[in-house]
Structure formats: C-alpha cells, structure tokens
C-alpha cells in the first residue's frame, strides 16, 4: 500500500485509541475530530490513487506496537510520537515545496495547531482544558521511549566496537572479557553519572526561575494576568477570550504559577519532578543492556568462534534497534534496520583492523 495512505490510517487509528482512554470530553472530540480528519486524508490519496480503502484500513504493526506502548506506559507516549511524526511530514512537505519553488500556503503546518485550533473552538472550552491539552503534547513521554532506544544504542555500538578493538589485537579470551565488561561497567556509569549531573542541574536552574516567576505573582497579580493574556493573543487566541482565560487561570494561584512557568519560561514543572537518582538508574541499566550483548559469547567460548557470535548477536540487536526507531521516524523498518547494522558493523570492523595492526606490531 502507497506509504502515505497507510500513514493516514495509523494515525486515524491512534487519534481513535487517544480518544477512547481519555477522560476529558473535550478533548475526547479534539481527538475524535482529528481521526476523522486523518480517515478523510486517507480516504483522498486512495481516490486519487484508485485504491480500494475498503479492506485496507487496518493500521500497520508500528501503529500497534505504539498502542501497545500507550497500554503499558500511558497514551501519552502515543501522543508524543504522533506529534513527532506530524512534524516530520509537515517539515518533508515544505522542503518540497520549497526545492520545487511552489508556494506555501500554511495547510502544511502540523497537525499540533489544528489540535490547539479545535480545542479552542469547542464550546465550553476553558483555560484549565488549554492548559492540561498543551501539557499533555509537551511532556509526552515519547522521549523517555527514545531516550531508552538510544541508550541501548549507545551501549552495544561503543562496546561491541571496543571488544572487535581488543579482539583483533590479542585472542586471548580472558583479556577480551574483561574489556568488555570494564568497558560495560565504565560506560553505563558514565552515562549515569552524566544523566545525574543534567538532570540535577537542570532543576536547580529552573527551581530558581520557577521561584523568582512566584514572587512576581505574589507581588503584581494584575502585570501577570495582563502578560498570560498577551500571550495567548500572540498565539493567536481572540483578546477577549485571551483575557477570559487569564482571568480564569489566575483564580488558582498554583495553577496560575504554573501556567506562567510553561508559557513565559517554557518550564514544564512536571518533568522537574523526576529524580536524578532515577534517571542516572534507567541510564545505567539501558546501557549496560546494550554493552552487554557483544559480550556474552566471550563468557562461553573464545577465539574466532566468540568473535563470530559476538557479530551475529550485535548485528540482531542492532537490527531491533534501528526497527525500534522507526517507531519515531516512521521510515521503513528494513531499511532502517539494516542501515543500523551497516554503520554498527562498519565501527566494529574499524576497531578489529586497528585491534589486528597493534597485536601484530606487538608481537
């Protein structure tokens, strides 16, 4: 099927499971509307086409996989990915327009604003569904699931290239291990350590701005209230329906600080209430998963069958990962897969030809 319509499709599928686990009736319809939007695109590229949507609109195994991750992780790692995919074809779609030199109308833009556009004409709308509605699409947890893909990305290309490194320069299976699993311990606590130090750095930065905006709202209710409706009106909400929400957000004054910290500091309180220690944790695991994959063979056997183990596991493992990015991407998983495996094995066989040029200089 063309790769277009079956992108449609997924997305009418997932903007329908979004609707069915939320809560919020208003934003419930934003969600029903939007995959009726995504069907009736669908429904176009077919016409055209002359395809027959009939028997096709069943979504493809990465739009599975996403409502799967929605089931156990929450639907708002679906949301981040949708909104990440909706970029990438808006962005593809001007470059496009713009290598052609055709004219760019605005319909290119992504679907984030047609989302904000509908919840703002919902009747009953107010500012607290605004508030929880740009919430929910800026700190989706669909970084968490990349940053997951990449870590273990990061573990199994440094040391499988390390113990390729080590492997052509001595055949030694003691000396080989032991790389390895130095090289899986040192990485995964540096990338720990690292991960502790952004994480703790980041929020004791905004944890200063976040007080000073606090005080400011203590000291000039009314300048904040003026400056939340300015900037509503600069994203293009209606002035007085501007002024009705900041009215209405200002009622509560944690709620209001909040608002504030998002729209004026681009803070997202939530994500500061993560624990470092927690993030350096996950870090540490995630690589160590990675790191741990080229090793395994070198614990059982050694010499030229280990090495050979040792590839055939990383290239799988490589080949999962570039699948799993594909879940972002959206690109084709076997071309992506097997680009995975391309670059991850060309970094190996660098290190065990340079591992091969110092063992013989050595010797």
């Keep these: 099927m063309n790769k277009t319509i079956q992108t449609e499709i997924d997305a009418c ?15 419930v319809n934003v969600f029903r509307q939007m995959s009726d939007i995504e069907k009736s695109h669908a429904e176009a590229f077919a016409k055209k086409e002359n395809i027959s949507l009939e028997n096709l609109m069943q979504p493809s ?35 496009a327009k713009k290598k052609n030199n055709q004219a760019i109308t605005g319909s290119e833009t992504m679907h984030v604003s047609i989302l904000r556009t509908i919840l703002e004409k919902e009747n009953g709308a107010t500012g607290a569904q605004l508030s929880k509605f740009e919430k929910k699409h800026r700190s989706v947890g669909g970084n968490a699931i990349r940053a997951a893909v990449l870590g273990g990305n990061d573990g199994l290309v440094s040391n499988f290239s390390l113990i390729m490194g080590i492997a052509g320069a001595t055949a030694a299976q003691e000396g080989v291990l032991l790389a390895g699993l130095a090289g899986l311990l040192a990485g995964a606590l540096s990338m720990a350590l690292g991960e502790w130090i952004s994480v703790k750095s980041s929020q004791e930065l905004y944890e200063n701005q976040m007080q000073i905006e ?41 709620h209001a600080h909040d608002v504030l910290v998002k729209e004026e500091l681009g803070i997202n309180a939530e994500e500061l209430k993560g624990s470092a220690v927690e993030a350096a944790i996950y870090s540490f695991i995630l690589f160590a998963i990675g790191a741990v994959i080229p090793v395994i063979p070198f614990m059982f056997t050694n010499g030229m069958q280990a090495v050979i183990l040792s590839v055939s596991m990383s290239a799988v493992g490589l080949f999962l990962i570039g699948a799993a990015i594909t879940l972002f991407t959206g690109k084709n ?8 495996v391309l670059f ?14 110092i063992g013989v200089s050595l010797g």
Excluded: C
């Excluded at 998983?333 to 995975?340: A, I, K, L, N, T």
């Excluded at 991850?344 to 040029?357: E, H, M, Q």
């Design 13 to 27: 599928f997932l903007y329908q499971k979004l609707a069915e686990h939320e809560e919020d009736p208003i934003i």
């Design 61 to 95: 195994w990465r739009a599975k996989t996403l409502n799967l991750i929605g089931k156990i992780f929450g639907y708002d790692y679906v949301l981040g990915s949708l909104m990440d995919t909706e970029k990438s074809i808006s962005s593809a779609i001007i470059s």
């Design 214 to 254: 606090m005080e400011e709202l203590e000291t000039n209710p009314e300048g904040e209230m003026k400056e939340l409706a300015l900037i509503y009106i600069a994203k293009g909400i209606p002035e007085s329906q501007a002024h009705e929400m900041a009215a209405e957000i200002m009622k509560d004054k944690t």
């Design 333 to 340: 998983v076997w071309y992506s897969g097997f680009r995975q």
């Design 344 to 357: 991850g094995l060309a970094a190996a066989a660098v290190t065990f030809g340079i591992g091969k040029l």
